[in-house]
Nanobody, 121 residues
Framework: QVQLVESGGGLVQAGGSLKLSCTAS????????MGWYRQAPGKERELVAAITRGSNINYIDSVKGRFTLSRDNAKNTVYLQMNSLKPEDTAVYHC???????????????WGQGTLVTVSS
């Protein structure tokens, strides 16, 4: 059984910072991409940032220059440093990973339970 455990969400004023962490645990052979999605009330879930095992990173345009994604492969952990937060960043942030299990025939998508980030104006 593999799970993603997220932490770091909370309430912050506009202009402030938060750091999200997500750690994968369980029977893991390999993790391909890891990343963060977010879903604001009344909106569809969107990809915020993703990183491959080789450290290639993609960001959604609205967070470029403000958010930094990093990954510790030894710890199966991905981090999202969020600076200069804006009210429009308010959302539930979900961690996502593509994980190869023992005896599986491919990579599977695994999701975290989500952590709420609220940015007040």
């Amino acid at each position: 059984q593999v799970q993603l455990v997220e932490s770091g969400g909370g309430l912050v004023q506009a202009g402030g910072s938060l750091k999200l962490s997500c750690t994968a645990s369980g029977s893991i052979v390999s993790i391909r991409a890891m990343g963060w999605y977010r879903q604001a009330p009344g909106k569809e879930r969107e990809l915020v940032a993703a990183i491959t095992r080789g450290s290639n990173i993609n960001y959604i345009d609205s967070v470029k220059g403000r958010f930094t994604l990093s990954r510790d492969n030894a710890k199966n952990t991905v981090y999202l440093q969020m600076n200069s937060l804006k009210p429009e960043d308010t959302a539930v942030y979900h961690c996502n990973a593509q994980i190869y299990y023992p005896n599986s025939d491919g990579y599977f998508e695994v999701w975290g339970q989500g952590t709420l980030v609220t940015v007040s104006s």
